[in-house]
């Protein structure tokens, strides 16, 4: 009798089940959720997933390997994917585990070898990780220092982290050799990149957490001479200087943001020639051109003048003799083109 009850139920529930495009919707036992699952065309299980009584994805998600093991694992809460990410290889060891939040978004998360050796971390404000990320993390009251791997086993970084805060992180390259460093300073974070040398080829500044169109900091270039290329600072999302340099240490263009009580801030751009000698003279407002805009050749005499209204727009074209720096002509620019002026030695009178 007993097994023909059982019997009973097991038909009594094959005939619950439902079957759409590869798909088996239906419960396991009375007491257990109601779980879909997908096969592939040799029967075996691809992916099985726990339902609500309103159809949608709720507990349990899994997807397997043709050999049965589990290829991911994940959690749902009323259709939206919610709590520990598992990843595994074929062979069932763990390759990656991840925390999702309601919104979607990855807090925490660590990718392993096979022996257990780290590939990458990245830590949350709280250990996620079922505790993995506790000391690695530095939420056990001293920083976590984790050595990262490539999947041959080479060391490509070095991090220390301190209550999910990355305070440091060395890179290397294949032969070992340092290629970036990145440390906290105080409320900023400081990043170099260095040549194969050693010299470094650049370093910058940015407050952290700070977007970037409110950037407070600074940028800098190398040579792999060691000579400095570029150099430029921001603050509260304004560049204040920009300044370049040519290969043998002579300037090469410098753009300083001059403040002014009685109207915007006006940026001052000067370039020179590599021989040293001034080649281009203006400002901008705003990335506007405004004002007088010099021109000079080699020699740093002036060639050309164009000066330009509030707007940016050119109102006034002179050519200038090289030799005696007298004007040698004069244009009057509107809105039907060039317009001759009559020449005049005297710049001011214009």
């Known amino acids: 009798m007993v097994k023909?009850?059982?019997?009973?139920?097991?038909?009594a529930q094959l005939l619950l089940l439902v079957v759409l495009d590869g798909f088996v919707v239906g419960p396991t036992r009375a007491d257990e959720p109601q779980v879909r699952r997908q096969f592939d065309g040799a029967g075996r299980v691809l992916r099985d997933q726990q339902l609500d009584d309103q159809g949608r994805?709720?507990?349990?998600?899994?997807?397997?390997?043709?050999n049965g093991v589990v290829r991911y694992q994940t959690q749902y809460v009323e259709g939206r994917r919610e709590g520990l990410e598992r990843y595994f290889r074929e062979d069932a060891s763990l390759s990656r585990l991840a925390y999702v939040d309601a919104q979607g978004r990855e807090l925490a998360s660590v990718a392993l070898l096979a022996d257990g050796r780290l590939t990458s971390l990245h830590c949350g404000d709280r250990p996620w990780l079922e505790g993995r990320d506790t000391s690695w993390c530095g939420f056990d009251g001293k920083p976590g220092e984790v050595t990262l791997h490539d999947e041959s086993g080479r060391v490509t970084a070095r991090e220390t982290?301190?209550?999910?805060?990355?305070?440091r992180r060395e890179e290397f390259d294949r032969q070992g050799r340092l290629t970036g460093l990145q440390r906290r300073n105080?409320?900023?974070d400081i990043r170099v990149r260095y040549f194969s040398n050693g010299q470094p080829r650049s370093e910058s500044s940015s407050r952290v957490g700070q977007p970037e169109d409110?950037?407070?900091?600074?940028e800098r270039e190398w040579a792999q001479t060691g000579q400095l290329l570029r150099e430029t600072f921001w603050e509260n999302g304004r560049l204040l200087s920009d300044s370049q340099w040519y290969l043998n240490g002579r300037l090469?263009?410098?753009r300083i943001l001059q403040e002014s009580a009685e109207g915007p801030a006006l940026m001052k751009i000067e370039q020179y020639w590599n021989s040293g000698r001034l080649r281009y003279r203006g400002a901008q407002?705003?990335?506007i051109s405004v004002g007088s805009h010099e021109r000079f050749d080699e020699e740093g005499r002036l060639l050309l003048e164009v000066r330009m209204d509030g707007n940016g727009m050119p109102v006034l074209r002179l050519e200038y003799d090289p030799h005696t720096g007298e004007v040698r002509k004069a244009e009057r620019i509107g809105p039907n083109g060039l317009a001759p002026l009559p020449v005049r030695p005297e710049r001011d009178v214009f």
């Open 285 to 287: 407002i705003d990335g």
């Open 57 to 66: 994805p709720h507990g349990l998600m899994r997807e397997f390997y043709p």
């Open 161 to 167: 982290w301190l209550r999910g805060a990355l305070l």
């Open 4 to 11: 023909l009850l059982q019997g009973l139920w097991l038909v």
């Open 252 to 254: 090469k263009e410098r």
């Open 214 to 218: 409110r950037r407070d900091g600074y």
């Open 186 to 188: 105080g409320d900023h």
